[in-house]
């Protein structure tokens, strides 16, 4: 349960707003969720509602709205690529395809081995250092971004930071 | 050029408090406490011209002047969900210059009479919020945030608050809807939040580049700072400067810059030596502008850009060659706005739906000319029908790419009259046909 494991953060976080604005904590509290279960599954609705004081189905409108929060199982890194406009005059989707090709998946799908899900993601405001993903896991987000304009990622150099990741 | 923004390009380390305060950090909002009246604070903005960084150029002083009189607690919320596609300057910003941002929002809580800001990032920006955190705790630290600020009786609290990724959270009363708990979507106007904004009370919502303005402008005065610029456009800019150019970046330009210079000499030109077919300077939402001599030499200014018909924005510039179709950009920019509609109003809801819809077809090759004027058709309906700037923003570039390049749209349709059954057979010729245009944005980075 969050409110054990978490107590001291929880408490931190609720301390931000005033008293009567609990259910401005819904969406730390729902990062927190998201990173400690990977999805956030309707018990979870009504543990994070419990502590910011509101109803299951109300921080289920909140999950609905957000594109970070996930209301449904992935693997266990989300491999969110952007497509959008500058990136893809970089050559994001060639990018974003051979990628998936080297992973064996198609976009939204998960690997044989339940360690990725390559997702696309609006865009992350890394246009100058497109192609660009991020990884969405256990530890939060995090993106990966070509060195410079003049050195854009390369899908080799994306499929070794996943293997690091995996390793790790 | 000592840059007074990216300050970081000339100081490389003054993203840590030691060094940020070697260079006169935190002066000013010492000076602003100790010296001046919130009202005077006010006044010296006021004076410098400053202009709203995060698209609508609002007058900065003027705003923080509206806040309605003897209503306490009042709020400072920073606008950092920057998500516009080509606008990466508010992360740059926080990632390698924190102090002064903090500076200027804290400059900016004691004009507003306010003892809290929120600052919120979006969700993406997870380790630059992580970091920011880590800057706030060093300010505390040293006294800069708490109670008492430099012995007064001024005391102030700054956190920040993750968005969960939202571009409509970037419109200012759907950033404070989200903050109350609640779905990021737009409220009705008026009430503003200088009467009414974040959990009912007054409330000043300023993007991040705008407050990092403001320490120049109170240590070097407004004057000093209305040397850059132009007169009703005064101060600099940072420029995100994205697509087919060479060197791809922010850039932190006098406003009233011309597009050349920024393209060629900070941006080194096309790759490839090819021309500039058109470009967007707010960003996705922008008015696509053919380029030509003329636009070239514009200077980029908000007076300047919107007698050209455009808007200057928060100056996200997005440079297309000339080998990119006009018809594929409408169908990226459309698909964005589409998945980043709220869905509280139906013209937005409805009509990003239908657009895309077209452009899918138009751009796979199905489409017939009527298509096209389909796509005008539903355009122009959503047009100055919508509750907020997205839905127009979703409809702007396409209907100044119909305007200006409608040879690209039209180029994807197949001429015949009556639809043939979708047989498969039948579809892959028109898709062959369609397949030069659609490969056309591939090469500049592929």
């Given at each position: 349960?969050?409110?054990?494991?978490?107590?001291?953060?929880?408490?931190?976080?609720?301390?931000?707003?005033?008293?009567?604005?609990?259910?401005?904590?819904?969406?730390?509290?729902?990062?927190?969720?998201?990173?400690?279960?990977?999805?956030?599954?309707?018990?979870?609705?009504?543990?994070?509602?419990?502590?910011?004081?509101?109803?299951?189905?109300?921080?289920?409108?909140?999950?609905?709205?957000?594109?970070?929060?996930?209301?449904?199982?992935?693997?266990?890194?989300?491999?969110?690529?952007?497509?959008?406009?500058?990136?893809?005059?970089?050559?994001?989707?060639?990018?974003?395809?051979?990628?998936?090709?080297?992973?064996?998946?198609?976009?939204?799908?998960?690997?044989?081995?339940g360690e990725f899900t390559v997702e696309h993601v609006m865009c992350v405001g890394a246009c100058d250092k497109a192609p660009v993903f991020q990884i969405q896991d256990e530890t939060g987000i995090h993106f990966h971004e070509s060195p410079a304009?003049?050195?854009?990622?390369?899908?080799?150099?994306?499929?070794?930071?996943?293997?690091?990741?995996?390793?790790? | 050029?000592?840059?007074?923004?990216?300050?970081?390009?000339?100081?490389?380390?003054?993203?840590?408090?030691?060094?940020?305060?070697?260079?006169?950090?935190?002066?000013?909002?010492?000076?602003?406490?100790?010296?001046?009246?919130?009202?005077?604070?006010?006044?010296?903005?006021?004076?410098?011209?400053?202009?709203?960084?995060?698209?609508?150029?609002?007058?900065?002083?003027?705003?923080?002047?509206?806040?309605?009189?003897?209503?306490?607690?009042?709020?400072?919320?920073?606008?950092?969900?920057?998500?516009?596609?080509?606008?990466?300057?508010?992360?740059?910003?926080?990632?390698?210059?924190?102090?002064?941002f903090i500076e200027g929002a804290l400059i900016c809580a004691y004009a507003a009479e306010a003892n809290t800001v929120y600052n919120y990032i979006r969700g993406e920006y997870w380790d630059a919020a992580a970091w920011l955190d880590e800057c706030?705790?060093?300010?505390?630290?040293?006294?800069?945030?708490?109670?008492?600020?430099?012995?007064?009786?001024?005391?102030?609290?700054?956190?920040?608050?993750?968005?969960?990724?939202?571009?409509?959270?970037?419109?200012?009363?759907?950033?404070?809807?989200?903050?109350?708990?609640?779905?990021?979507?737009?409220?009705?106007?008026?009430?503003?939040?200088?009467?009414?904004?974040?959990?009912?009370?007054?409330?000043?919502?300023?993007?991040?580049?705008?407050?990092?303005?403001?320490?120049?402008?109170?240590?070097?005065?407004?004057?000093?700072?209305?040397?850059?610029?132009?007169?009703?456009?005064?101060?600099?800019?940072?420029?995100?400067?994205?697509?087919?150019?060479?060197?791809?970046?922010?850039?932190?330009?006098?406003?009233?810059?011309?597009?050349?210079?920024?393209?060629?000499?900070?941006?080194?030109?096309?790759?490839?030596?090819?021309?500039?077919?058109?470009?967007?300077?707010?960003?996705?939402?922008?008015?696509?502008?053919?380029?030509?001599?003329?636009?070239?030499?514009?200077?980029?200014?908000?007076?300047?850009?919107?007698?050209?018909?455009?808007?200057?924005?928060?100056?996200?510039?997005?440079?297309?060659?000339?080998?990119?179709?006009?018809?594929?950009?409408?169908?990226?920019?459309?698909?964005?706005?589409?998945?980043?509609?709220?869905?509280?109003?139906?013209?937005?809801?409805?009509?990003?739906?239908?657009?895309?819809?077209?452009?899918?077809?138009?751009?796979?090759?199905?489409?017939?000319?009527?298509?096209?004027?389909?796509?005008?058709?539903?355009?122009?309906?959503?047009?100055?029908?919508?509750?907020?700037?997205?839905?127009?923003?979703?409809?702007?570039?396409?209907?100044?790419?119909?305007?200006?390049?409608?040879?690209?749209?039209?180029?994807?349709?197949?001429?015949?009259?009556?639809?043939?059954?979708?047989?498969?057979?039948?579809?892959?010729?028109?898709?062959?046909?369609?397949?030069?245009?659609?490969?056309?944005?591939?090469?500049?980075?592929?």
């Open positions: 349960m969050l409110a054990e494991k978490y107590a001291d953060e929880i408490q931190k976080i609720l301390s931000r707003y005033p008293p009567e604005w609990k259910r401005s904590a819904v969406m730390p509290l729902l990062h927190l969720a998201q990173r400690e279960y990977g999805q956030v599954t309707p018990p979870v609705l009504a543990e994070v509602g419990a502590l910011c004081g509101l109803e299951p189905t109300q921080v289920a409108g909140v999950v609905g709205f957000y594109s970070l929060y996930h209301d449904h199982p992935a693997g266990r890194r989300r491999v969110q690529i952007c497509t959008d406009l500058p990136c893809a005059l970089r050559g994001a989707e060639r990018f974003g395809q051979e990628l998936c090709q080297k992973l064996g998946v198609g976009w939204d799908e998960t690997t044989a081995d304009p003049d050195q854009p990622l390369t899908v080799e150099q994306a499929l070794e930071s996943l293997n690091r990741l995996k390793a790790q | 050029m000592d840059h007074i923004l990216l300050r970081h390009r000339d100081i490389p380390d003054i993203h840590q408090l030691d060094v940020y305060l070697r260079h006169g950090g935190f002066e000013a909002f010492r000076k602003a406490v100790t010296t001046l009246t919130p009202a005077q604070v006010i006044d010296e903005v006021k004076a410098s011209g400053l202009r709203g960084r995060g698209g609508a150029g609002f007058p900065t002083g003027l705003k923080w002047s509206f806040l309605t009189k003897g209503v306490y607690p009042r709020y400072v919320v920073v606008n950092t969900d920057e998500s516009e596609p080509g606008t990466f300057k508010d992360r740059e910003i926080i990632e390698r210059n924190p102090f002064q706030l705790a060093a300010a505390r630290a040293r006294g800069f945030i708490g109670p008492n600020v430099f012995g007064s009786a001024y005391s102030v609290e700054f956190h920040n608050h993750l968005g969960a990724g939202a571009y409509i959270c970037g419109e200012e009363s759907a950033l404070l809807e989200s903050i109350e708990g609640k779905l990021g979507q737009p409220r009705l106007k008026p009430p503003f939040p200088a009467d009414k904004g974040l959990y009912g009370k007054p409330t000043v919502v300023n993007n991040t580049e705008t407050l990092t303005n403001v320490p120049y402008i109170l240590q070097h005065g407004a004057a000093a700072y209305k040397q850059f610029g132009t007169e009703k456009s005064p101060g600099r800019k940072v420029f995100s400067l994205s697509g087919n150019v060479n060197r791809p970046g922010n850039y932190e330009l006098p406003l009233g810059v011309t597009l050349r210079e920024l393209i060629y000499t900070h941006g080194g030109g096309v790759p490839g030596d090819k021309k500039v077919k058109a470009v967007m300077l707010a960003g996705a939402s922008s008015s696509v502008l053919a380029v030509t001599d003329d636009i070239l030499d514009t200077a980029l200014d908000y007076e300047a850009v919107a007698a050209k018909g455009a808007m200057l924005g928060s100056a996200s510039v997005i440079v297309l060659d000339e080998s990119v179709d006009l018809a594929w950009v409408a169908l990226k920019t459309t698909r964005f706005f589409k998945h980043e509609s709220c869905g509280k109003c139906t013209p937005c809801r409805e009509g990003t739906y239908w657009m895309l819809n077209i452009l899918e077809r138009v751009n796979r090759g199905e489409a017939v000319k009527a298509d096209v004027d389909l796509l005008h058709n539903v355009a122009s309906q959503i047009q100055n029908k919508c509750l907020c700037p997205l839905g127009e923003f979703s409809v702007t570039p396409v209907l100044s790419s119909l305007k200006a390049f409608r040879a690209d749209f039209d180029a994807h349709a197949k001429d015949a009259a009556p639809k043939p059954a979708p047989k498969p057979a039948a579809a892959k010729p028109a898709a062959a046909k369609s397949a030069p245009a659609k490969a056309a944005p591939a090469p500049a980075g592929d």
